[in-house]
């Protein structure tokens, strides 16, 4: 019978056939991580389990990037912890300032193939390159550590295919908060989704990522593409060419459902607060009055975000009204946009600059919003609260509409602006 | 398994940031500061009201977002027996059974806030002593109800010596 793609590669690593449904146990763990929000309870849970880690360490990452720099002695005792756990077990260490996890786990360590588990949701994000990537709590984590094996239930798999060509000012972010408006916040729950289609296959690996990353805001547990020449360009050009290899679905796999999307109907997408399926087009809320922007995130802090950024402020003073705050997703990203002059035009457009992490995102530090006051984000989560603030309204946007609205000081149509 | 208690009545889409707010971050470490401020954003009352025994009753995809473990472990510190809802976000669904909060799916419209609750595991069944309603569920599969009743995965994997026994 034909298999999907998430079938394949668990297919692969367990050395037999695998269909969905099943419930296997699973070794030859790729990739486990964890991070200074859930680090503390992952080491918690492992020193109860006996300490040990039954991984080989190059397999494994701690990494500080929530909250960074660290605002107090609290916090800060905590990370020393992390990272004398992380030196005495000799894992790969990523300290403050280095960036979110997903970024560099993109940069850094996923492949075709690979299982990665992490203690966050969004680690579906390296699904971009065809790796079974999938989030999970901290006791889990620390029995991968332990053990070096995880279990799974094997998801159903729901293809996507997005056809044709997006038009000017609609981006990756566009076409996923599409999707998720469609099915809603459980429309993938406990499934692969897979996507499809001329317009991802036209897609950069970072443009894909966004899609990917996002999965989760419908309750996948996964969200792959299948690798492709950018994958292998992307992994060459960070010196891991050699993990490159194609793997995809077979033409007869079984869908649970399968849903068609023509690019060139697509616009411009927000998602209105609370909720990350509240999506509408952002024509609907156009001229609202924005007090925040957030450009970031492990949803959009990358490289290719900042060029699009750049594109629309330039080096335009941004709306007065506006507090405007950046922050690339990684140190790699950071140098590249300095080195780009995007980091200079954007400090002269009034746009703070805050240190590679998830800033905003989380909100513990880093700009947290008033109350009352809109806060229009490029991140993946609206959620009340989000951002530090219960009493802040949170809309998820692509960064271009988030640049148009910087400049604009209210919800504009990034068209109007390109 | 079962227990009795006081039904707290949640709607659609609750949250990991609804049941413990990402600004409380630096409470991490401590589980017992963290979990009084458990649903405060929605439910101020809630940690300083909610008795032993007593029982989540929520609508779809309770548990949405962050793959926080300390989202249940907020819950079952405060003394919550279980979590019933129509549906559950997939990673809160796993960390609950992880941590020993039997996570129940049914049809939860028949349950009012603060009604009484009782809960049958092994039967599948919920009855509202208030108003007399009962409501059928498919009961938790063996190896859930293995892991729920050895206080969670960390305890299992301890006493088994891995997941091979699974
Ligand atoms: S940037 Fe936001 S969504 Fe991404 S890992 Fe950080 S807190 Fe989570």
């Known amino acids: 019978m034909g298999q999907t793609l998430v079938e394949k ?3 692969r690593k367990c050395g037999r056939y695998i269909g969905a449904g099943e419930i296997i146990i699973v070794g030859g763990l790729d990739c486990v991580f964890t991070h200074d929000a859930s680090g503390p309870l992952v080491i918690s849970r492992l020193n109860e389990l ?8 190059s397999r494994v990452c701690v990494f500080i990037d929530h909250v960074v720099p660290s605002p107090s002695a609290s916090i800060s005792n905590d990370y020393k912890a992390l990272k004398g756990f992380a030196l005495e077990k000799g894992v790969r260490f990523h300290d403050q300032g280095c960036g979110v996890c997903h970024q560099l786990i993109a940069e850094y360590y996923a492949s075709p193939g690979d299982i990665i588990i992490g203690s966050d949701s969004h680690t579906t994000m390296a699904g971009a390159f065809g790796a079974f990537a999938t989030g999970m709590g901290a006791s889990d984590v620390a029995i991968a550590l332990k053990t070096g ?16 060509r997006l038009p000017k000012g609609v981006f990756s972010k566009d076409v996923i908060l599409k999707i998720i408006g469609m099915i809603g916040a459980e429309g993938a729950n406990y499934k692969s989704m897979e996507f499809h289609g001329s317009a991802i296959r036209r897609m950069n690996m970072e443009e894909r990522m966004t899609i990917t990353n996002m999965a989760v805001e419908a309750g996948a ?41 023509e690019a060139s109907d697509l616009e411009p997408m927000i998602a209105l607060p609370h909720n990350v399926d509240n999506v509408v087009p952002v024509e609907e809320v156009l001229g609202k009055r924005v007090d925040v922007v957030f450009f970031g995130s492990c949803t959009n802090g990358r490289m290719e975000d900042f060029k699009v950024i750049d594109k629309i402020i330039g080096g335009e003073r941004i709306d007065r009204g506006v507090r405007a705050i950046a922050t690339p997703a990684s140190r790699n990203v950071y140098l590249q946009a300095l080195k780009a002059g995007i980091i200079e035009r954007l400090a002269s457009a009034g746009v703070v600059i805050t240190p590679p992490g998830c800033g905003l995102c989380i909100g513990v530090v880093g700009g947290i919003p008033a109350d009352d006051e809109v806060v229009l984000s490029t991140a993946n989560r609206n959620f009340l609260g989000r951002a530090g603030n219960p009493k802040a309204h949170i809309y998820l946007s692509s960064p271009a509409t988030a640049a148009a609205s ?9 068209r109007e602006a390109m | 398994m079962g227990s009795k208690g006081r039904a707290w009545k949640f709607g659609d889409n609750i949250t990991t940031d609804h049941i413990t707010p990402s600004r409380y971050m630096h409470l991490r470490s401590n589980l017992f500061e963290l979990s009084k401020h458990a649903f405060e954003d929605i439910r101020p009352e809630f940690s300083s009201s909610v008795k032993p025994g007593d029982i989540i009753v929520a609508g779809r995809n309770f548990g949405a977002g962050s793959s926080r473990e300390h989202a249940p472990i907020v819950i079952k510190t405060l003394g919550v027996s279980a979590v019933i809802a129509k549906s559950f976000a997939r990673i809160f669904y796993r960390n609950a059974i992880n941590i020993g909060l039997p996570p129940v799916i049914c049809d939860t419209s028949t349950i009012n806030d603060g009604d009484l609750v009782e809960l049958d595991l092994q039967e599948g069944i919920v009855k509202n002593l208030s108003n007399k309603a009962e409501v059928k569920f498919k009961p938790l599969p063996e190896e859930i109800v293995r892991i729920l ?9 301890k006493k088994h010596g891995g997941l091979d026994k699974f």
């Open chain 1, 9 to 11: 590669i668990l297919s």
């Open chain 1, 50 to 57: 006996g300490g040990g880690i039954g991984l080989d360490p």
């Open chain 1, 149 to 164: 094996m995880t279990w799974l239930r094997v998801p159903e798999s729901m293809r996507i295919s997005v056809e044709g």
């Open chain 1, 221 to 261: 547990k996964c969200g792959l593409i299948p690798p492709d020449e950018e994958t292998r360009k992307y992994l060459e050009e960070r010196g891991r060419g050699d993990k490159y290899f194609k793997i995809e679905p077979d033409g007869d796999a079984i869908y649970s459902d399968e849903i068609s999307i």
């Open chain 1, 406 to 414: 910087a400049l604009y000081g209210a919800i504009t149509d990034p």
């Open chain 2, 149 to 157: 009743s050895e206080g969670g995965i960390v305890n299992y994997v």
